[in-house]
């Protein structure tokens, strides 16, 4: 059940779905949003959630995607998007501004443009959990408490 499992967890089933298929469907952004989406739940009230269900029940899975996208990852931009020998290529950035070199984007593709921007919106929000996570952790020295602290200095 969905409910055991961490948003890691969730994440990465999600991710694996998406490895394993080749065709958009009302069942497939659904679930994509049960599992990774906690901002804007489908069967959530407001004005959002209603646009989302309209834009899945006209298969507008495009338009579904980015909303989502803006929704749900409001510091995450699109990068790149661009159609190369039959593979839609999409790149996720948190620092668009940064040269190509500095910069660490999510980078995804796939044959369907939708699965494409669905793939990184999910690498995505696996890397804003992994960021989220890093932050929680107690920064220090490092230490192991049960190593003894040496001091290094030279005083002669």
């Given at each position: 059940m969905l409910f055991h499992l961490t948003p890691a967890e969730r994440l990465g089933r999600a991710a694996d779905?998406?490895?394993?298929?080749?065709?958009?469907?009302?069942?497939?952004?659904?679930?994509?949003?049960?599992?990774?989406?906690?901002?804007?739940?489908?069967?959530?009230?407001?004005?959002?959630?209603?646009?989302?269900?309209?834009?899945?029940?006209?298969?507008?899975?495009?338009?579904?995607?980015?909303?989502?996208?803006?929704?749900e990852l409001p510091r995450w931009r699109l990068r790149r998007l661009v159609y190369d020998e039959g593979e839609w290529h999409c790149a996720l950035s948190l620092q668009r501004d940064l040269p190509d070199w500095l910069d660490q984007?999510?980078?995804?593709?796939?044959?369907?443009?939708?699965?494409?921007?669905?793939?990184?919106f999910v690498e995505a929000k696996r890397r804003d959990g992994e960021i989220v996570e890093d932050a929680r952790r107690p920064t220090g020295l490092g230490v192991s408490s049960q190593q003894p602290s040496v001091s290094c200095e030279n005083f002669t």
């Open positions: 779905r998406l490895q394993s298929t080749d065709v958009v469907t009302a069942g497939l952004v659904s679930e994509i949003i049960a599992e990774c989406c906690d901002r804007l739940p489908v069967s959530g009230q407001g004005r959002a959630a209603a646009h989302l269900r309209e834009l899945i029940e006209a298969g507008a899975w495009t338009d579904a995607v980015v909303m989502l996208m803006e929704t984007p999510v980078e995804t593709s796939h044959s369907e443009l939708p699965l494409a921007l669905l793939k990184a």
